[in-house]
């Protein structure tokens, strides 16, 4: 049974970090590439960030909004994928979703508040 589980999510003062958890089971977590996803109110659901599988050296992609701000990691040991944010915004505040597609099948976590506001 493929679980994933968001942690680390907070109130932040803008310019401030803060640092996303995902932990992940059920599956061969290293086989997969990992995305984090973000949804404010109001807005559809947007990706923040992609990190390969291993096979694919853990290649990463960024949308362009977090780009120098966000860095997306993983440890295949500890089945974790982490997403450092730094330099918060405002308009950063979202519940950050983490998700995984194991081929036909797209499974999410159940989301972690993420407020930027002074």
């Known amino acids: 049974q493929v679980q994933l589980v968001e942690s680390g999510g907070g109130l932040v003062q803008p310019g401030g970090s803060l640092r996303l958890s995902c932990s992940a089971s059920?599956?061969?977590?290293?086989?997969?590439?990992m995305s984090w996803y973000r949804q404010a109110p109001g807005k559809e659901r947007e990706l923040v960030a992609i990190?390969?599988?291993?096979?694919?050296?853990?290649?990463?992609t960024y949308a362009d909004s977090v780009k120098g701000r966000f860095t997306i990691s993983r440890d295949n040991a500890k089945n974790l994928v982490h997403l450092q944010m730094s330099s918060l915004k405002p308009e950063d505040t979202a519940v950050y979703y983490c998700?995984?597609?194991?081929?036909?099948?797209?499974?999410w976590g159940q989301g972690t508040q993420v407020t930027v506001s002074s």
């Open positions: 990190i390969g599988s291993a096979g694919s050296a853990g290649t990463t």
């Open positions: 998700k995984v597609r194991l081929w036909s099948s797209t499974y």
């Open positions: 059920g599956f061969t977590f290293s086989n997969y590439a």
